[in-house]
């Protein structure tokens, strides 16, 4: 008897579960970071009514080579539609990030997370890791991994979630 009222409780329980409304569980862990180039602070939830990609990477992470450009030219071209990409780089120290950013003509904010909070708040796993994250703030899609092939899907996303309406 109580292995056939175990299932059914259980099933009872996750009907209940499923019935209460999200109350703001889906909300983007919000983060106030230091920009790379000049320590002023950004926070998250001061992009609210944005479209943002928030990009975890590192120097030493061969993909993010690759998708640190191609999302330089997403934001550039999405941008005054209202998008915006934050990165964030978890390097050991500041000057591996400099190093590895030279080279490259990055425009939208890059941050650094000393403390290495904010992966945790995420649940970053490997790099580069990236949360795509609506108006409202709530997250949408996670992309791990990076290749010349995500730039199409990536933005048909961007430019859905961009149809959406505003705050």
């Given at each position: 008897?109580?292995?056939?009222?175990?299932?059914?409780?259980?099933?009872?329980?996750?009907?209940?579960?499923?019935?209460?409304?999200?109350?703001?569980?889906?909300?983007?862990?919000?983060f106030t970071?230091?920009?790379?180039?000049?320590?002023?602070?950004?926070?998250?939830?001061?992009?609210?009514?944005?479209?943002?990609?928030?990009?975890?990477?590192?120097?030493?992470?061969?993909?993010?080579?690759?998708?640190?450009?191609?999302?330089?030219?997403?934001?550039?071209?999405?941008?005054?539609?209202?998008?915006?990409?934050?990165?964030?780089?978890?390097?050991?120290?500041?000057?591996?990030?400099?190093?590895?950013?030279?080279?490259?003509?990055?425009?939208?904010?890059?941050?650094?997370?000393?403390?290495?909070?904010?992966?945790?708040?995420?649940?970053?796993?490997?790099?580069?890791?990236?949360?795509?994250?609506?108006?409202?703030?709530?997250?949408r899609a996670?992309?791990?991994?990076?290749?010349?092939?995500?730039?199409?899907?990536?933005?048909?996303?961007?430019?859905?979630?961009?149809?959406?309406?505003?705050?």
């Amino acid at each position: 008897m109580t292995k056939l009222l175990s299932p059914l409780l259980v099933c009872l329980l996750l009907q209940l579960v499923a019935s209460i409304p999200a109350t703001g569980a889906d909300l983007a862990p919000d983060f106030t970071l230091p920009r790379l180039d000049d320590q002023q602070p950004l926070t998250l939830s001061s992009l609210r009514g944005k479209v943002v990609y928030v990009d975890f990477w590192a120097s030493w992470c061969a993909p993010c080579a690759i998708s640190l450009p191609a999302l330089q030219q997403l934001h550039a071209e999405l941008q005054a539609q209202g998008f915006e990409v934050v990165a964030i780089n978890l390097d050991e120290s500041t000057s591996q990030a400099t190093r590895f950013l030279q080279p490259l003509q990055i425009a939208y904010p890059v941050l650094f997370d000393a403390e290495k909070a904010t992966p945790r708040a995420y649940g970053i796993a490997g790099m580069p890791t990236a949360f795509l994250v609506d108006r409202r703030g709530a997250l949408r899609a996670t992309h791990t991994g990076f290749k010349p092939g995500d730039t199409q899907k990536l933005k048909q996303q961007i430019q859905q979630l961009l149809q959406e309406p505003s705050l």
